[in-house]
């Protein structure tokens, strides 16, 4: 037959034993293709809202032999939002033993209120966020080892918003996205999103002057030469191609780093120009200080000389008075000052308030100077840390990988079987949600804690460590969640579909799949449909990720719960039938029907449960009706 309880020690589905399959046995009833996995390759998870004790025997209950255990809290749990540190040691110790007890196959999943490994929150890359994280992980790691849990130890992967025609040219996230959807930048420092800019929107600089070979012209002091006609004006014009070659040209000799799209070329461009302004204003005025500083020197020494006749400059009569008020107004006068007239018949006074007011003008032109110098010394430091946000959360992401991988293989030590960390494609709207944005993740991931491990001696040689990396971080693939990218694809479902099977062959080719997720919808939603009810390409799936290995399947059920793992088994692990002395052919609407919906005895428990089994594939039946599931 072909279904299992969780109890028996054999069992088999149709390609269990695929040597034989009796040609005497029907297949009436359900149209069922050809059997892809075995049942055993197929799980379900638990309601991650709810206690995962009870979740789990219900799942034994239902006869299923692989689970997988997850969680919708984030730091201090609650019953409706349950953690792992929620279940202490006796209660991790109860899962395994149920696990053990009834063959029951476990994996993880981290809190579904993780959803950026790179710590975007608020409009800004936090370490903190970040490091709440890797928090998150580590728990469900530790739960995970403690439950002798193996596989993947999934986590949700959606760094960002982006527009989808940004960056594929066979979709569009809206009309003309790859045009009118910003690019976003962020400040590697300090992790905020400085700006955003798109290919469209016109952003004005002044007209440069740049050589025959288009290279920007720079002055003495290395700043830009804007062009001035002949009327000796200057003319604001768009920022162009030509420009982003010279300021690509620019950018990679005085920063040594590529400018990495038109965009980026822009906000840099801006951020250059106003750093140009700035210390071109910062200049003038520091220079300006020096003729002021001048003026005081030949006031005092003016002074000097006046008050060397009689010792105090009201003490002179006459014409010497009138002669040293007007030299000291002319001096003053240098350095735009104006003496009152009300002054005029006090020389001390008015040599006092020159005095004050050329101090007065030095220290308001060093703060107007040092304001200017100070801008452009902090555009500077911008621009040498403005950032594509792919390029800043892509690092982040690794990071977090790496660490989460270097962790989850020091559990791995006591597990029967290793743990690895599996971020998952989520939302078609969010960076991570594509199957390419999946794959630099996890390769990323993989290169940063190859890294680690030589950097802190824990492995001999980069092959070594390569490996490690390999096994310890792999992918979660979900077929439903990739499905959701339909919506925003420009062609025929039948060209969506070929797009995407040649997309995870890509994927599985590179090694990056290690665990499968799958569900329905119809390519707008993630809605959680059973598997054959929308349109997702889910035998294609399963077919090509069997081709390279990777079988390892758990089906999604939402509100379908159980129905959906057995649809799952339908269409991928072949027809149901039992007894061969029954008087018709059992199919999966039997199975619906009786087993998991009323409460006699389940005639599908076989195996070494059966006392009169007879032949391998043909047992001696006999009722059931006294043997609980339990």
């Known amino acids: 037959m072909n279904y299992f309880n969780a109890m028996p020690n054999e069992y ?79 209660h991790r110790e109860v899962i395994k033993q149920l696990a053990k007890l009834n063959k029951v196959k476990l994996s993880t999943h981290t809190t579904v209120a993780v959803g950026s490994l790179s710590g975007l929150k608020d409009q800004a890359f936090s370490d903190e966020a970040r490091r709440r994280t890797m928090i998150e992980i580590q728990r469900t790691i530790d739960f995970a080892s403690d439950i002798d849990a193996g596989g993947a130890v999934v986590v949700h992967t959606g760094e960002f918003q982006r527009a989808l025609g940004k960056r594929y040219d066979n979709f569009e996230s809206f ?47 290395g700043n830009f030469v804007v062009d001035i ?40 461009a801006q951020q250059l120009i106003e750093k140009n302004n700035a210390e071109a204003y910062g200049k003038q005025y520091a220079s300006g200080l020096l003729n002021v500083k001048e003026k005081i020197r030949d006031a005092k020494e003016l002074i000097s000389i006046l008050k060397s006749k009689k010792g105090d400059l009201n003490k002179l009569e ?52 040092s304001k200017y110098l100070t801008e452009a010394k902090k555009l500077d430091h911008t621009i040498k840390n403005i950032a594509p946000v792919e390029d800043y959360a892509l690092d982040k992401a690794a990071q977090t990988l790496a660490e989460s991988g270097l962790y989850v293989m020091e559990k791995s030590k006591k597990t029967s079987e290793p743990l690895y960390i599996s971020p998952e494609n989520v939302f078609a709207e969010t960076y991570g949600g594509h199957p390419q944005e999946l794959k630099k993740i996890v390769l990323e991931g993989r290169k ?142 039997s199975i619906e029907g009786s087993y998991f919906g009323r409460t006699n005895g389940s005639y599908f428990l076989f195996a070494d449960n059966d006392p009169n089994k007879g032949s391998e594939y043909f047992p001696v039946w006999k009722t059931w009706g006294s043997v609980p599931l339990e």
Not at 322 to 348: C, F, G, M, R, S
């Open 448 to 589: 940063r804690m190859e890294q680690l491990l030589l950097q802190k001696g824990k492995v001999k040689s980069r092959e070594e460590a390569k490996k490690l990396a390999e096994k310890h971080i792999k992918a979660t693939f979900d077929i439903a969640h990739a499905n959701t990218l339909r919506k925003n694809f420009k062609g025929t479902d039948e060209e969506f579909k070929k797009w995407l099977i040649s997309q995870v062959e890509d994927l599985a080719k590179e090694g990056i799949i290690g665990h499968l997720h799958v569900a329905d919808n119809l390519g707008y939603e993630d809605e959680h449909l059973a598997p054959g009810e929308g349109n997702a390409p889910i035998r294609e799936f399963v077919e090509k990720m069997k081709k390279y290995g990777v079988t390892d399947i758990i089906v999604e059920p939402s509100h379908n719960d159980i129905n959906a793992l057995k649809e799952g088994w339908k269409i991928l692990a072949g027809n149901a039938f039992s007894s061969a002395t029954a008087s018709s052919r059992d199919t999966w609407s």
């Open 175 to 221: 009309e003309n996205d790859k045009e009118k959807a910003p690019e976003m930048f962020v400040d590697k420092e300090t992790g905020k999103i400085i700006g955003a800019i798109d290919k469209k929107t016109p952003v004005y600089i002044p007209k440069l002057k740049k050589d025959e070979n288009g290279n920007l012209v720079l002055d003495e002091y």
């Open 229 to 268: 006609s002949n009327k000796g004006d200057f003319e604001l014009k768009e920022f162009d191609e030509e420009d982003y070659k010279a300021f690509k040209k620019y950018f990679k000799e005085h920063y040594n780093e590529d400018l990495k799209s038109f965009e980026h070329a822009k906000i840099i």
């Open 12 to 90: 088999f589905s149709a390609l269990d034993k695929e040597s034989y399959i009796p040609d005497s046995i029907s297949q009436s009833g359900d149209e069922v293709e050809k059997p892809l996995v075995k049942i055993s390759d197929m799980g379900i998870p638990t309601a991650p809202f709810k206690d995962q004790i009870e979740e789990l025997k219900r799942r034994i209950f239902q006869g299923v032999r692989k689970v997988e255990m997850g969680f919708t809290g984030a730091g201090k749990g609650n019953q409706q939002n349950p953690t792992p540190e929620m279940y202490g040691k006796p």
């Open 318 to 369: 006459g014409d010497e008075k009138l002669k040293a008020l007007e030299a000291i107004k002319n001096i003053a006068a240098q350095a735009h000052i104006e003496v009152p007239k009300t002054l005029y018949n006090d020389l001390n006074a008015v040599e006092e308030y020159v005095l004050k007011e050329m101090n007065t003008r030095l220290r308001q032109g060093m703060d107007v100077a």
